[in-house]
């Protein structure tokens, strides 16, 4: 009866284990969907995200062994985000990584600014909230699959004398880093975008409203805790 016991101790926190990789991914995505949410002026968080964004596509393009920038590649990937012009890579008076990165940075913020004076303040930083939150909601589901798929098939990898928990928190640290890059670029690549179109008054009322049914989510997803709850309600918003 004890060895039974404590077998099952075992299996219990073994399972808790594995719970507290996904909790702790979820923490991190709440808190962020609750500073979107809550977020008054989103544009720091936006710029911080094509800061991060634009260095990340200089390093890929900057040779490990001589530090030199493939400028024309650079140009290519970084003008399906923002507006650059077609002379850019051979106007431009430097070749250090840093530097690219605080030109890009500096026409960034250029193109947010022409976007505020074409809409106003309190219209884009609601759709700099509407796009932050639908992005990271679509994501999250789709990692809420990925990661159901990866638990179920982990214990394949005892087979092979590996611990699957080990496993599994490998590959979920893994694929949580990219899920944070994919929720990174779809926003980058959508806010100076994605067009919006509202009367005064409608705006007033989608301000009011739309942080209502978003704590109203986490409050049910809170209640009900479970993952398939969560997909579900996801799914609808």
């Given amino acids: 009866q004890r060895k039974v016991e404590e077998n099952n101790f075992g299996i219990r926190k073994r399972l808790i284990e594995y719970d507290d990789v996904m909790n702790s991914q979820?923490?991190?995505?709440?808190?962020?969907?609750?500073?979107?949410?809550?977020?008054?002026?989103?544009?720091?968080?936006i710029e911080e995200m094509f800061s991060e964004e634009l260095s990340a596509i200089v390093a890929s393009q900057t040779d490990a062994r001589t530090g030199a920038v493939n400028l024309e590649e650079v140009q290519k990937i970084t003008a399906e985000l923002i507006p650059l012009d077609k002379e850019w890579a051979s106007k431009l008076d430097t070749k250090v990584p840093e530097l690219i990165t605080d030109d890009l940075?500096?026409?960034?913020?250029?193109?947010?600014?022409?976007?505020?004076?074409?809409?106003?303040?309190?219209?884009?930083?609601l759709l700099f909230k509407m796009v932050c939150l639908k992005t990271i909601d679509s994501?999250?589901?789709?990692?809420?699959?990925?990661?159901?798929?990866?638990?179920?098939?982990?214990?394949?990898?005892?087979?092979?004398?590996?611990?699957?928990?080990?496993?599994?928190?490998?590959?979920?640290?893994?694929?949580?880093?990219?899920?944070?890059?994919?929720?990174r670029f779809e926003v980058v690549n959508t806010v100076l975008k994605v067009n919006i179109q509202v009367q005064p008054e409608e705006?007033?009322?989608?301000?009011?409203?739309?942080?209502?049914?978003?704590?109203?989510?986490?409050?049910?997803?809170?209640?009900?805790?479970?993952?398939?709850?969560?997909?579900?309600?996801l799914v609808r918003l």
């Fill in 105 to 125: 940075m500096n026409k960034t913020k250029k193109a947010i600014d022409r976007r505020q004076t074409e809409v106003g303040n309190d219209l884009l930083n």
């Fill in 26 to 45: 979820r923490e991190i995505i709440y808190a962020k969907r609750r500073k979107y949410l809550e977020g008054n002026e989103l544009r720091a968080e």
């Fill in 139 to 183: 994501a999250w589901l789709q990692h809420l699959e990925t990661m159901e798929h990866l638990r179920e098939g982990i214990g394949l990898r005892g087979y092979g004398q590996r611990d699957p928990l080990v496993e599994y928190k490998a590959e979920a640290y893994r694929l949580f880093n990219s899920l944070l890059a994919e929720i």
């Fill in 203 to 233: 705006l007033e009322n989608t301000k009011r409203k739309f942080p209502a049914l978003q704590l109203e989510f986490e409050q049910k997803l809170k209640e009900q805790g479970s993952v398939i709850f969560e997909k579900s309600l």
